[in-house]
């Protein structure tokens, strides 16, 4: 398995509080256990090096709702290799990563709050708005070199405020604190330009699909 998707699938699932990976040859399965997103299907290789043939495998074996893939490579290109039994996300996420550097404290803008806390692995950080709604949030799971930034959102209505940046500049000095010297994520097309302002890189495009069978009785 590519060493990123590695990095970037120990992290996740110590965020989310998944149940740990089981090996396949292809990649990984991971049980999440959700409405939804039952269980989650990870492909290992990235970009050329990930296959049709494997992919095709893997997805024509599914045969339950609420299955994910995650495949690294070009949804233009994988969606070709699936059927219509499948939602795919038309938009690419993307696995990035930067260094982690223990850069000086962020600080709120005036009137809002800012808090971290730890809590069985996970560093969360939450900035509140002035009238104590929520503003923005994050949080990051290390995990020895690396730590896996997820789950990031700012609220619409406090957007172009710098939150963004407070909060995943105070992720990432905590990660450093802990040891590790690496970030990643899967990012959105819509957090895309706040990472890498940040300085983060994509390495790799993903793929995003879930399996949503015909429903019973019907032709």
């Given amino acids: 398995m590519d060493r990123i998707v590695q990095a970037w699938v120990d992290g996740w699932i110590v965020s989310r509080g998944a149940a740990d990976p089981v090996p396949e040859p292809w990649g990984c399965t991971i049980d999440v256990g959700a409405n939804g997103h039952v269980t989650r299907h990870v492909f290992g290789a ?33 969606s070709g290799w699936l059927g219509d039994d499948w939602w795919i996300d038309p938009e690419p996420g993307y696995l990035m990563t930067v ?8 600080h709120a803008p005036e ?11 996970v560093t969360r950080v939450l900035v509140a708005a002035p009238d104590g709604s ?3 949030r994050g949080q990051i799971a290390p995990t020895g070199p690396t730590a896996v930034v997820d789950q990031i959102e700012t609220a619409p209505e406090h957007r172009r405020r710098g939150l963004g940046g407070v909060v995943m500049r105070t992720l990432q000095s905590a990660a450093v604190r802990q040891g590790a010297r690496t970030g990643v994520l899967a ?4 957090g895309r330009g706040l990472y890498e302002a940040l300085g ?19 032709a």
């Fill in 187 to 190: 990012g959105t097309p819509a």
């Fill in 134 to 136: 929520l503003a923005a």
């Fill in 46 to 78: 990235t970009g050329d090096a990930l296959d049709e043939a494997s992919v095709r495998k893997v997805a024509e074996a599914v045969t339950g709702a609420g299955v994910w893939l995650k495949a690294f490579r070009d949804p233009a290109v994988v």
């Fill in 200 to 218: 983060w890189e994509v390495v790799a495009l993903l793929t995003s699909a879930k399996h949503v069978p015909p429903a019973s009785g019907t």
């Fill in 111 to 121: 009137g809002y709050r800012l808090r971290s806390w730890s809590r069985g692995g």
């Fill in 99 to 106: 260094p982690l550097t223990a850069d000086a404290a962020p």
